[in-house]
T-cell receptor, first 117, second 113 residues
């Protein structure tokens, strides 16, 4: 079946511009996550959506970062006034969120490589 | 706060040789542990996971990992590496709250033919 998809696959932008990254989760997955992967580093958690609950935004690095999700479908991550340090691969993941204690397997998309000049 | 350490940034092995990638975590209780693999241009793929029970976990592609509570480790092993195993490997821990994963910095595996 279809996996997690992300668009665009690559985005080059100028410092100060706003960008929008899109994630289409696996159908039926109620949980959606955004992570950032900087060059040579592990993934950093950004934000987590679960159904209609308030999102967990604890990983967003600044107020320039925001994300939305429509129901249990598409999510967009928006970065305003981009800075060079925002250059990274942004990964989206989704899961069924079926385990009461958490720890569900997260399925990752291929990522969006963002380059801020 | 929970953390994951992968002490080896790069590892090179010959095809057919055995492999062990190290992962140590810091957390007070028993965590849920994962190993993911990332091939160039690909998203992360789950290799295996440990929640409870048998401490030796079998995964896909012939990989296994052993949870050792006394050492706070969850090392990934494969008895015979194939050239297609060249990729970056990430250990991750879920420790509750927010359902987010904390990842190690990854180990880049190179396989020599």
């Amino acid at each position: 079946g279809a996996g997690v998809s992300q668009s665009p696959s690559n985005k080059v932008t100028e410092k100060g511009k706003d960008v929008e990254l899109r994630c289409d989760p696996i159908s039926g997955h109620t949980a959606l996550y955004w992570y950032r992967q900087r060059l040579g580093q592990g993934l950093e958690f950004l934000i987590y959506f679960q159904g209609n609950s308030a999102p967990d935004k604890s990983g967003l690095p600044s107020d320039r970062f925001s994300a939305e999700r429509t129901g249990e479908s598409v999510s967009t991550l928006t970065i305003q006034r981009t800075q060079q340090e925002d250059s990274a691969v942004y990964l989206c993941a989704s899961s069924l969120a079926s385990r009461a204690g958490g720890g569900d397997t997260q399925y990752f998309g291929p990522g969006t490589r963002l380059t801020v000049l | 706060a929970q953390s994951v350490t992968q002490p080896d940034i790069h590892i090179t092995v010959s095809e057919g040789a055995s492999l062990e990638l190290r992962c140590n975590y810091s957390y007070g209780a028993t965590p849920y542990l994962f190993w993911y693999v990332q091939s160039p241009g690909q998203g992360l793929q789950l290799l295996l996971k440990y929640f409870s029970g048998d401490t030796l976990v079998q995964g896909i592609k012939g990989f296994e990992a052993e949870f050792k509570r006394s050492q706070s480790s969850f090392n990934l092993r494969k008895p015979s590496v194939h050239w297609s195993d060249a990729a970056e490997y990430f250990c991750a821990v879920f420790t509750g709250g927010g359902n987010k994963l904390t990842f190690g910095t990854g180990t880049q595996l190179k396989v020599e033919l």
